[in-house]
């Protein structure tokens, strides 16, 4: 079965870092664009950035622009977000996420596979 797994969350005091990692399976999901999505308290899941499968081109929210980095390793099969200058708006759990466009990464309700999170937490 197809599976996204998601690690490197944790507490980190405003203005911290931290890089999240992503492993997916290569069978299925070799050919895939990737991104990463995330979900606060009593808010919807959103965007966060996407990259296609070549690495070529990436997408960033706004609120996340120039301070967060998405990066791929195809021969390891994973998928990075590094997140600097963190802010406790940034505090939600943050999922993977995988489709054969970055179209549809770009919508929540059009993403065919994700990870089950992982908590990331800016303490002000």
């Known amino acids: 079965q197809a599976q996204l797994v998601e690690s490197g969350g944790g507490l980190v005091h405003t203005g911290g870092s931290l890089r999240l990692s992503c492993a997916a399976s290569e069978r299925t999901f070799g050919g895939y664009a990737k991104g990463w999505f995330r979900q606060a308290p009593g808010k919807e899941r959103e965007f966060v950035a996407t990259?296609?499968?070549?690495?070529?081109?990436?997408s960033y929210a706004d609120s996340v622009k120039g301070r967060f980095t998405i990066s791929r390793d195809n021969a390891k099969n994973t998928v990075a977000l590094q997140m600097n200058s963190l802010k406790p708006e940034d505090t939600a759990v943050y999922y993977c996420?995988?489709?054969?466009?970055?179209?549809?990464?770009?919508?929540?309700?059009?993403?065919?596979?994700w990870g089950q999170g992982t908590q990331v937490t800016v303490s002000s």
């Open positions: 990259i296609t499968w070549s690495g070529s081109i990436t």
């Open positions: 996420a995988a489709a054969l466009s970055t179209d549809q990464l770009m919508r929540a309700g059009s993403v065919p596979f």
